[in-house]
């Protein structure tokens, strides 16, 4: 099923905006969908509880902390990507698919080893229906980090600027009307969450083929009509809480960069000179090292020939290879402690937030989904207290 809702935007038709690679892009409309980037899946592996399978993360030798961190830094680097296109309303990174929106990029980490990154893309529209799903790759050249102007910049960037492209591709195909009904269907979709017996006749939830369900837009309601102008302003402090998270994810990827460009820049040679020697079969003591360095160290955050290195590693001899390892990357400890401590949890740690509408003020705290949640409770109660004016929240 399609994720539910969504933001606002406001911006100027047929204009021609510029992505970082200054390739252009033209959208001739007055239609600006809003989408929304869930925190990415970090793609660890799972069991038949679909519970975080460990034995298979130490075989294919993944670092989940690094995951859970790489999780919410490139839904932040997606969105910028996709901001950049310029052909879209807002753009936001949310917790969760349930979130607001009437275009949802949905993003699965299948690896990320500091030399390759490959990501599973699929986009959704609010009533449901996939506009397309992709597997993106990109590899990192050995000599990335010997020229100076590339300290500030992402080695990954192009992969996020070929998502963003891709989604724009499919943005060009669907036409104002299908746009429209978008756009209608998010509306509606929203206001079924506070008054499902009003709405709900206006929107019918079929079963596909495949087992998915999808909103068909059965009729509107009057452009006058009350229920619609009372959820509005609830539609517009919801989106606002949104806009607030903003921050934080932006804050969070300011945060890890330090620690996460370090990881990427030392690992990425010891990674290509083992990946040289595996390909040679020729195993020398220095490749041993790199091994140590990766696999040891820092764990490999691939799942491509994990347990290939840890044989190869442990043939050498780990004592040596320990202390070579500890001995090369003593400074990156410190970086391994923060990466370690940010990738707790996939849900940011926020601080608590006081968030008021209509005089009314409530104290929010938690996990960044645990405090939207809170927030649209206390919507709900608001939308009930006006329902039923003789009710207390």
């Known amino acids: ?54 034995q298979a993360v130490s075989d294919q030798g993944l670092w989940p902390q690094l995951r859970r961190a790489e999780a919410n830094r490139f839904a932040v680097e997606t969105k910028r990507a996709v901001e950049n296109l310029g052909t879209f309303g807002s753009v936001s990174v949310v917790p969760t698919a349930t979130a607001s929106g009437d275009v949802y990029v949905l ?14 893309v699929n986009v959704v529209d609010s009533q449901g229906k996939s506009w397309g799903k992709r597997q993106f790759e990109h590899t990192v050249a050995p000599g990335f980090f ?27 195909s669907k036409s104002e009307k299908q746009k429209e009904t978008i756009k209608a269907v998010t509306e509606l979709r929203y206001a079924q969450l506070y008054a499902p017996e009003v709405f ?30 009372r959820i509005k302003p609830l539609r517009v402090q919801d989106q606002l809480f949104i806009d607030r998270l903003q ?14 460009r370090a990881w990427q820049k030392e690992t990425l040679p010891e990674l290509i000179a083992v990946n040289k020697a595996r390909t040679e079969r020729n195993v020398k003591v220095g490749a041993g090292i790199a ?47 923060s990466l370690d401590e940010l990738g707790e949890s996939l849900d940011l740690e926020l601080s608590p937030q006081l968030m008021t509408h209509k005089n009314q003020t409530v104290e929010l705290t938690g996990t960044a989904n645990e405090q939207y949640q809170q927030w649209k409770n206390h919507l709900q109660k608001i939308y009930a207290l006006e329902k039923t004016p003789d009710l207390a929240l």
């Open 107 to 120: 993003g699965t980490i299948k690896q990320s080893d500091s030399e390759v990154i490959k990501l599973s």
């Open 200 to 229: 709900s006749q206006h929107l019918k939830l079929n079963k596909t083929w495949n087992g998915n369900y999808e909103y068909e837009l059965v009729s509107l309601p009057s452009k006058n009509d009350n229920m619609v102008n």
């Open 1 to 54: 099923m399609g994720p539910s809702v969504g933001p606002q935007s406001n911006s100027q038709a047929g204009q021609i905006y510029q992505d970082p690679s200054n390739k252009k892009y033209v959208y001739n409309s007055d239609i600006f969908l809003d989408v929304v980037i869930p925190v990415f899946s970090p793609g660890l592996p799972t069991d038949s509880r679909g519970e975080i399978d460990y």
């Open 146 to 172: 010997r020229d100076k102007t590339n300290d500030n910049k992402d080695p990954y960037a192009p992969i996020f600027t070929e998502v963003a492209d891709y989604v724009y591709q499919l943005l060009q």
């Open 291 to 337: 091994l140590a360095t990766l696999a040891i160290l820092l764990d490999r955050n691939s799942d491509s020939a994990a347990g290939e290195v840890g044989t190869i590693a442990g043939a050498i001899g780990s004592t040596i290879l320990i202390s070579s390892a500890m001995d090369k990357n003593a400074e990156l400890t410190v970086h391994k402690q």
């Open 247 to 260: 921050t934080q994810y932006e804050g969070f990827h300011a945060k890890s960069n330090e620690s996460y």
